[in-house]
């Protein structure tokens, strides 16, 4: 069987700084995936480079056994892989409804089409319905997203990824900055959204991570130091010395 | 099925049916129109005038308004129709094509839409400044060759053709001017109704989800390139149509149709009627037009006052027209307009004041300035002003003085008023 | 042809050395403010009619220093009452205001100095040929202006460079985030960067109007060009506004003064059309004739192939 998502030797530079230095990385189908690393640790940039929004400098992406290295994110989104952003990255003037509508019209075929109405398509209409009830925001449907709450903006990212129903999810840090109910609801939303499906996240809160993960690669400098399953992580000396290490300094 | 599905299926039952009535309405009144001229041919000019205008600008706002592109060079599309379609007249009365006036705008259109497609394949990468710059430097660049190629525009005198030739639809050759205001208004309905479609479409709804977030559209699928590039077709399509019931109405183009004055009208009836709303490029396209035909007939200096409504409405309702209307909707729905009515009527009297001030000192400057010698009594608001004295100066400045200091004093207690009212309406709405 | 190639040269210099200051203000304003000007060849047209208003009362000299400063203030004003009211719905709406200030500017021009061109002549000092080579004459005036043009460049790179508030400007233009950042009063900076900016467009007004004219179409034929330029050049890049500048003046004098046309070409593939044909403005057309469009045919090629300009790296 093919892996979902297959790096091999990925490379990033801005300049003369290298941010990611030569990555393999092999995520199963079907697996639930927790990058983490201290601050710095390049995280976010591995996610640009998955997803498309960077190009890498030197190495591959394979998706599903496909290349996907240097396509644009829109080319990659229609290979199935979808992502959600760290800073939320929704559209402001638009009602919640028509954002996850947003989110669904390609893959369901309608594309660039200029020959459907989209409020008669009772499909579209459905399907944003049954994605707006997942995310718990039926009640929001016709606010404008720019007028919800932090956590409900956060919600309403996750419901635009997941909307197309690409079968790999890239979540990241989806609880930034929540607080502690919070987190628990999102924890919960992001075990229902990925069940039968690839799930990688980006997570900073441990509490989330070793209880969704099903391994985890641990990320220091543009490197991966090691990948496992959430307990064997918690045991391996390198982690604690270079990860941990790093995290109390930040802390300090 | 959930209750947000039965309210959506409720609403948007309701919402068809306004709009159907709506749609039928304006067929009503586009037929209907004409019989309240009482054969006044200056209403029927301006009204098909408008009408061209209705298309031009709610085409340049599938840019401005539905894509976020700001253009400085659609004149290219409008011009362009209007000269193919010129020639492709005069063909029509050659006999070298088989074609029926009536459906010479589908000319015009397709031309719009081929020059779309090339200029918008290489200038759609971005919208913002840098678009903005590129469609300024092709409207120059097709304005400048008007004068070169001779033989195609023109020159000077431009081109002229007849309507009234080629092969007659149910009866009708264009000859009186009530005849192309029906043509005008035909495809003015079409025109608008497409438009609209095209807003609900899925490549329409993503148009807006480009304009607010380019990025996210990319990772939801979508190219922004591609989906700007469609918006960009389908809006040289429409100038194009517009540049083709231009030709036919006046039976001749020139190289005006194509410079950097046609290139900003629609700008200015978009922003001054409100680039947010479907509405808002067709009250603005009435505004504007009705400004500069009746205007120019009192006053020289008309698109004086056009750009110093133009940069006010930047400035102080940015929503234009059209959102200074809407705004109160909730106040008219809860029936409280009543209550707003005589604040705005106290601050009514200053700004008529300021517009009165401006106005005349304008006008008496201009009539100052440039009356032969001698002369120095103009009529203006139906009283002979001497414009030698200083009191009409001294008259006028007063009352733009004062008036912009009681507006000032009164404008605090307006917005308080409004918002007020406006809460209290939007309260009431809820129970 | 030497004399033609040199008289171009010198002619192209001047040329884009004008460009230059306009582009510089319009660079300098856009790099710091997020803001394309619209409005600023209209500065440039205020700077020309107002030296024309003042040297009718003062004497074209005192003119050539008041006139700008002038313009200056009232780019401040517009900045401090006008575009600060617009700043806050986005920089479409800027670009928009600007754009609607150009068109009022052009109003307003006319409503007080006319239609017409305005007799605004170089000064008797310099009316003269400054020196004669193969029977042509260079005016002196053109000398003056190349003199004034380099010094202006020359005052702008020794500021940017040398000074203080050069280095902000720099920080500023590469780093346009950091403007919020430096601790000063934001508003103040931009309003004098909109005077600073506006100033210089008005000094390029000032002189170059005895060579260029002074007229109320003057704002929009030259902005037009402006606005290539700076796209050319990669928007925010001063040093690309420098080189698109010279290289837009000299390639539009070159044009204008080398008469090859389509038919000295057609001869030489000896080919020959008809005069009546449809496309014969095609076949007779010569370089002079469509030195105009030049610049924007350069625009669109650039962005085919760079759609950052020559030295842009900013994605706008």
């Known amino acids: ?252 | 099925m959930s209750t947000l599905t039965d309210m959506r299926r409720d609403m948007n039952a309701r919402m068809f049916k306004q709009q159907r009535n709506m749609w039928i309405a304006v067929a009503l009144v586009l037929g209907c129109l004409p019989l309240f001229y009482g054969g006044s041919d200056f209403a029927l000019t301006v009204s098909i005038q408008i009408g061209m205008m209705i298309i031009f600008s709610l085409a340049y706002n599938m840019l401005l308004g539905q894509g976020g592109m700001l253009s400085f060079g659609m004149a290219v599309y409008f011009g362009m129709g209007g000269f193919l379609s010129m020639h492709f007249m005069n063909m029509i009365e050659a006999d070298t094509v088989w074609l029926p006036m009536a459906l010479l705008p589908v000319v015009g259109a397709f031309i719009g839409l081929v020059l779309g497609l090339i200029i918008g394949s290489f200038s759609t990468r971005k919208a913002g400044t840098i678009f903005a710059m590129i469609s300024l430097g092709i409207g120059e660049l097709v304005a400048a060759s008007s004068l070169i190629f001779v033989k195609f525009f023109g020159g000077e005198e431009g081109v002229t053709g007849d309507r009234t030739m080629g092969p007659e639809m149910f009866g009708v050759d264009f000859a009186s001017e009530l005849e192309v205001y029906y043509l005008v208004a035909a495809w003015v309905f079409i025109a608008t109704l497409l438009m609209f479609l095209f807003s609900r479409t899925p490549v329409g709804r993503m148009a807006n989800a480009v304009r607010d977030n380019p990025e996210r559209a990319e990772f939801v699928g979508y190219s922004q390139r591609f989906v700007r590039l469609i918006s960009f077709a389908g809006a040289g399509l429409f100038s194009g149509l517009a540049g083709s019931l231009f030709a036919i109405t006046y039976e001749i183009v020139t190289e005006e149709t194509l410079n950097a004055v046609t290139s900003g009208a629609p700008l200015i009836m978009v922003m001054i009627g409100g680039a947010g709303y479907f509405i808002g490029p067709i009250i603005g396209a009435i505004f504007y037009t009705l400004l500069s035909t009746v205007l120019s007939n009192y006053t020289e200096i008309w698109l004086m006052y056009v750009g110093i409504i133009f940069v006010l409405t930047i400035m102080y309702l940015p929503a234009g027209l059209t959102g200074l209307l809407l705004m109160h909707n909730p106040i008219i729905k809860a029936k409280k307009l009543k209550r707003i009515l005589p604040v705005y009527g106290k601050i009514a009297l200053p700004v008529i004041g300021i517009f009165l001030g401006i106005v005349g000192l304008l006008e008496v400057g201009h009539y100052a300035h440039n009356a032969s010698a001698g002369d120095m009594t103009m009529s203006l608001f139906f009283v002979s002003v001497d414009t030698s004295s200083y009191l009409p100066w001294i008259f006028f400045t007063g009352i733009l003085v004062g008036g912009f200091m009681l507006a000032k004093k009164q404008a605090p207690s307006v917005a308080e008023t409004y918002e007020e009212v406006h809460k209290e309406a939007l309260g009431g709405g809820d129970k | 042809m030497i004399e033609t190639t040199i008289f171009s040269l010198l002619n192209g210099l001047v040329y884009g050395l004008l460009l230059f200051m306009l582009s510089s203000g319009l660079t300098l304003i856009f790099s710091m403010m997020g803001v394309l000007n619209f409005a600023h060849a209209s500065f440039y047209m205020l700077g020309a009619y107002f030296a024309y208003e003042m040297s009718i009362h003062i004497g074209f000299w005192p003119a050539l220093i008041l006139a700008p400063i002038a313009v200056g203030f009232a780019g401040a004003a517009l900045e401090r009452y006008g575009l600060r009211n617009v700043h806050k719905y986005g920089h479409v709406a800027e670009l928009v205001f600007t754009f609607g200030i150009a068109f009022l500017i052009e109003e307003v021009v006319q409503f007080i100095w006319g239609k017409d061109q305005q007799p605004y002549n170089a000064p008797p000092l310099l009316d003269f040929p400054l020196f004669t080579l193969f029977n042509v004459d260079f005016p002196a005036y053109k000398a003056f202006m190349l003199f004034v043009s380099i010094a202006i460049f020359i005052a702008l790179l020794v500021v940017l460079t040398k000074t203080r508030v050069g280095l902000i400007i720099q920080a500023a233009i590469t780093h346009p985030h950091m403007v919020g950042m430096l601790g000063h009063n934001v508003p103040l900076v931009f309003m004098a960067t909109f005077g600073v900016g506006t100033a210089l467009a008005g000094i390029a007004g000032v002189i170059a109007a005895p060579v260029l004219g002074t007229y109320p179409g003057m704002a929009f034929d030259l902005g037009s060009i402006i606005f290539v330029v700076v796209v050319f050049g990669g928007l925010g890049s001063l040093a690309g506004a420098f080189v698109a500048s010279l290289m837009i003046g000299i390639v539009q004098t070159f044009a204008v003064s080398f008469n090859i046309g389509m038919p000295d070409l057609l001869a030489l593939l000896g080919l020959e059309f008809g005069a009546d044909h449809f496309l014969v403005d095609l076949w007779t057309i010569s370089l002079p004739q469509i030195g105009p469009l030049i610049p924007y045919l350069m625009l669109i090629i650039m962005l085919i192939f760079r759609p950052l300009g020559l030295f842009g790296s900013r994605e706008v």
Not at chain 1, 193 to 216: C, P, Q, Y
Request: charged content about 25%; some cysteine.
């Open chain 1, 1 to 252: 069987m093919t892996s979902a998502i297959h790096l091999v030797d990925l490379q990033k530079s801005f300049g003369q700084t290298a941010i990611i230095r030569g990555i393999n990385l092999e995520i199963k189908k079907g697996e639930r995936h927790a990058i983490i690393g201290p601050n710095g640790a390049g995280k976010s940039t591995l996610f640009h480079l998955i997803s498309g929004k960077y190009e890498p400098t030197a190495g591959s992406v394979k998706l599903h056994g496909n290349e996907i290295t240097g396509l644009p994110p829109y080319e990659i989104y229609r290979k199935g892989l979808s992502r959600s952003f760290q800073v939320t990255n929704i559209f402001h003037r638009m009602t919640v409804y028509e954002n996850v509508r947003c989110g669904i019209m390609w893959n369901m075929g309608y594309k660039y089409s200029f020959w459907n109405r989209v409020d008669t398509t009772e499909e579209i209409n459905l399907k944003t319905e049954a994605v707006l009830e997942e995310i718990g925001m039926v009640e929001r449907a016709m606010t404008p997203a720019g007028l919800l709450t932090y956590a409900e903006q956060r919600a309403l990212e996750i419901g635009i990824t997941i909307a197309g129903g690409a079968d790999v999810i890239m979540l990241d840090e989806p609880t930034a900055g929540m607080s502690h109910s919070e987190t628990e609801q999102a924890v919960a939303l992001i075990r229902k959204i990925s069940e039968n499906k690839t799930l990688v996240m980006v997570e900073h809160d441990m509490g989330v991570v070793f209880g969704l993960a099903d391994r985890i690669s641990v990320l220091v400098y543009g490197e991966i130091i090691a990948t496992d399953t959430p307990d064997r992580i918690k045991e391996n000396e390198a982690v604690q010395e270079a990860y941990l290490g790093t995290e109390h300094d930040d802390d300090a």
